[in-house]
């Protein structure tokens, strides 16, 4: 009877091990708390009181303490979990790096999408709290997730998931050196000293699809997929820069949502038309 039982929690783990989605994240946490960090400086008083207002009660309540949660969330609540987990993403680089919510939405649940819809939440006095709180978490996330060029790729590879690379003597794959494994070759400390040196980015662009769409063409630039599937510092010294630039230009245009939705102004428009 043992042997029966313990069989049947065997296969059991195996389905749910298989059930799990493939692994979205997006700059690891080093990445998603600097974004944070950063945007938090950007809050007009009056959204940095709806900030503290709406995170009070949270073991870290801060942009940078709650920057992971949406990733946490497929642990702590798999139902959630489940359901957002199309949102950390979109797949446009195989229609040339085109949003087209016809061709490459996934009915919706995509990162651009997401983004439009956890804002509106936000911004929407007439919800309760925790709804407003629980978009909050939402939208600090996908700002990040969106600029992270394997975010917006392709589909074929899963964002460069299953494209193997051996980085710097250690097997692992495109998507993570973009998440996190370049920017770990740097020390921790100074990390937002690093990216407030870099040029301020122009924040005229306040649609998220365009967001995707520059994301993506990031990944087609030449030598992001290396021809060799060996690399390290050169390709270290080449992408490095260009994905705290991304990082630099999440944090900023997350300050600037939270302030259109959560300050005295109107949020920022987030419906470009489609494709645009």
Same mark, same amino acid.
């Not at 992971?68 to 609540?77: G, H, I, K």
């Not at 911004?123 to 600029?147: M, P, T, Y």
């Not at 870099?198 to 995707?212: E, F, K, R």
């Given at each position: 009877?043992?042997? !029966?039982?313990?069989?049947?929690?065997?296969? &059991?783990?195996? &389905?749910?091990?298989?059930?799990?989605?493939?692994?979205?994240?997006?700059?690891?946490a080093r990445g998603h708390n600097a974004t944070?960090?950063?945007?938090?400086?950007?809050?007009?008083?009056?959204?940095? #009181?709806?900030? #503290?207002?709406?995170? &009070?009660?949270?073991?870290?309540?801060?942009?940078?303490?709650?920057?992971?949660?949406?990733?946490?969330?497929?642990?702590?609540?798999?139902?959630?979990?489940?359901?957002?987990?199309?949102?950390?993403?979109? #797949?446009? *680089?195989?229609?040339?790096?085109?949003?087209?919510?016809?061709? #490459?939405g996934n009915n919706g649940d995509n990162v651009v999408e997401a983004i439009r819809v956890?804002? *509106?939440?936000?911004?929407? !006095?007439?919800?309760?709290? &925790?709804?407003?709180?629980?978009?909050?978490?939402?939208?600090?996330?996908?700002? *990040?997730?969106?600029?992270?060029?394997?975010?917006?790729?392709?589909a074929r590879d899963r964002g460069g998931n299953e494209f193997k690379v051996d980085y710097l003597g250690r097997n692992t794959n495109l998507h993570s050196v973009w998440d996190s494994r370049m920017l770990e070759t740097r020390p921790a400390s100074g990390e937002v000293d690093r990216l407030l040196a870099?040029?301020?980015?122009?924040?005229?662009?306040?649609?998220?699809?365009?967001?995707?769409q520059d994301s993506c063409r990031i990944v087609e630039?030449?030598?992001?997929?290396?021809?060799?599937?060996?690399? *390290?510092?050169e390709y270290t010294q080449q992408f490095l820069p260009v994905a705290e630039s991304q990082l630099r230009l999440a944090s900023e245009r997350l300050g600037q949502l939270l302030n259109g939705a959560l300050g005295t102004g109107a949020p920022g428009p987030l419906t470009g038309s489609a494709g645009s």
């Open positions: 009877m043992r042997g !029966k039982v313990l069989v049947a929690s065997v296969c &059991a783990l195996a &389905a749910t091990l298989l059930a799990v989605p493939p692994s979205a994240n997006a700059w690891g944070g960090t950063i945007a938090e400086m950007r809050l007009s008083p009056s959204a940095r #009181n709806e900030v #503290n207002r709406l995170l &009070a009660g949270e073991p870290n309540p801060s942009l940078a303490g709650v920057s992971t949660w949406a990733d946490e969330v497929r642990q702590n609540d798999p139902e959630l979990g489940k359901r957002s987990a199309p949102w950390h993403y979109v #797949n446009i *680089g195989e229609n040339g790096c085109v949003y087209d919510p016809a061709v #490459n956890q804002t *509106g939440i936000l911004a929407d !006095k007439s919800k309760s709290d &925790a709804e407003r709180r629980q978009a909050l978490k939402f939208v600090v996330h996908f700002v *990040g997730d969106i600029h992270q060029p394997m975010h917006a790729g392709y870099l040029p301020a980015p122009n924040l005229s662009d306040t649609d998220p699809a365009h967001w995707a630039r030449t030598g992001v997929y290396p021809a060799s599937h060996t690399i *390290g510092d």
